[in-house]
C-alpha cells in the first residue's frame, strides 16, 4: 500500500496547483483600454511568482463580433517589424504571425514564409515539407472568409491547406484547442519549454483573442505550451491555436506606446518595447469604418 503513497501525493499536489493557478488567473487585475469600438487591449503582470509558479506579462487583444472591424492575415515581401507592418497598412492593432526564415541579409522567395499563405485568393507561399512528415507549425490555420476568423485542425488529405475554402489562409500551429477540448500536445522540448508565446483564440460568441505573453525575462519567464493551451481555456476560447515565438513575440496597439508596442519583446533582451524582431507577416485588425 505505501509503495502507491507517493505517487498519489504527487497527483494530489499537481491538481491542487493546477486549481489554485486558475484561480489566480481569475482573479488577477487587469488593465484595459479600448483601441475602437468592440476592439478592447487588455494587460496583467504577475509579478510574484503567483501564476505557474513564475512570473508572467499576458497581453490580449478582444474584438467583439458583428462590429465591422476586420482582421487580416499580412505578408511583407521583405522582413519587418510588427509595429512597422501595422502602422503601414493603417492598423489599430496586430499581433506577430506564424513562421519564417530566418534572414536578413537578402530577401527570399515566398515571402520569406515555410507556411503557407494565401491572400485575396492567391497563394503567396506553400508549406516548406521535409518528405512526408509536415512540421509542428503546419498541422493548423487561420482562415478568414466573408471578414469571419476560423481555426482549423489539419486533416490527412495532402495539401489540405489549398483546399480550404476562404480569401486568406495561413497554417501554423500546434492547434491548442478544438471544440472547447484542449488537444494532446507532444512532449518536446519545444512544447515543454517556456518562450514568449503568440496565440490567436476564438470564443463561442464569435469574439476573436490575440495573446501575446512575454518571456526570457526575470520579470516575465513565458510559458510552455500546455501552460498556454490553459490560459486560452480560461480566457474562454473555444478554438485556440500558436504562432510563431521566442523573438517574433509582439503586440501592437495604435498610440499604445511611442512606437505602437504594448508587450516586451525579448530580442533586446531588456523588459522593454523595443526589442521587436523583423518578422514576415502579421495579423492585423482595422477598425470599422
Known amino acids: 500500500m505505501k509503495r502507491f503513497l507517493l505517487p498519489l501525493l504527487i497527483l494530489l499536489s499537481l491538481t491542487a496547483k493546477g486549481q489554485s493557478d486558475s484561480v489566480t488567473f481569475a482573479g488577477a487585475l487587469w488593465g484595459s483600454k479600448t483601441v475602437s469600438q468592440g476592439i478592447e487591449h487588455k494587460w496583467t503582470h504577475f509579478a510574484s511568482g503567483e501564476l505557474f509558479s513564475s512570473n508572467q506579462y499576458i497581453s490580449v487583444i478582444e474584438i467583439k463580433p458583428g462590429t465591422g472591424n476586420k482582421i487580416e ?8 517589424e510588427t509595429s512597422l507592418m501595422a502602422s503601414e497598412a493603417g492598423a489599430v492593432a496586430a499581433i506577430n504571425g506564424s513562421f519564417f526564415k530566418f534572414n536578413y541579409t537578402h530577401n527570399t522567395e515566398d515571402y ?5 499563405i494565401r491572400k485575396d485568393n492567391r497563394q503567396l507561399a506553400p508549406n516548406t515539407v521535409t518528405g512526408n512528415q509536415r512540421a509542428m507549425h503546419q498541422l493548423g490555420a487561420i482562415a478568414i472568409f466573408n471578414d469571419q476568423l476560423y481555426i482549423l485542425k489539419a486533416d490527412e488529405l495532402k495539401e489540405w491547406e489549398k483546399y480550404i475554402q476562404a480569401q486568406e489562409v495561413i497554417t501554423t500551429g500546434p492547434i491548442l484547442r478544438v471544440e472547447g477540448r484542449d488537444l494532446k500536445l507532444e512532449k518536446s522540448s519545444f512544447y515543454t519549454a517556456r518562450h514568449p508565446r503568440t496565440a490567436v483564440g476564438k470564443k463561442s460568441d464569435g469574439t476573436v483573442i490575440l495573446l501575446t505573453a ?3 525575462s526575470t520579470q516575465a519567464a513565458g510559458l510552455s505550451l500546455t501552460e498556454l493551451q490553459k490560459i486560452m481555456k480560461w480566457l474562454g476560447a473555444r478554438y485556440a491555436i500558436n504562432l510563431d515565438g521566442g523573438g517574433s513575440t509582439t503586440m501592437y496597439v495604435a498610440g499604445g506606446s511611442d512606437n505602437g508596442v504594448v508587450n516586451h519583446p525579448s530580442d533586446n533582451k531588456l523588459f522593454d518595447n523595443m526589442g521587436q524582431r523583423k518578422v514576415a507577416n502579421a495579423i492585423l485588425v482595422h477598425k470599422a469604418k
Do not use: E, M, Q
Not at 492575415?73 to 519587418?80: G, H, Q, T, Y
Open 112 to 116: 520569406n514564409s515555410v507556411d503557407y
Open 73 to 80: 492575415i499580412f505578408a511583407s515581401p521583405v522582413l519587418k
Open 214 to 216: 512575454d518571456g526570457r
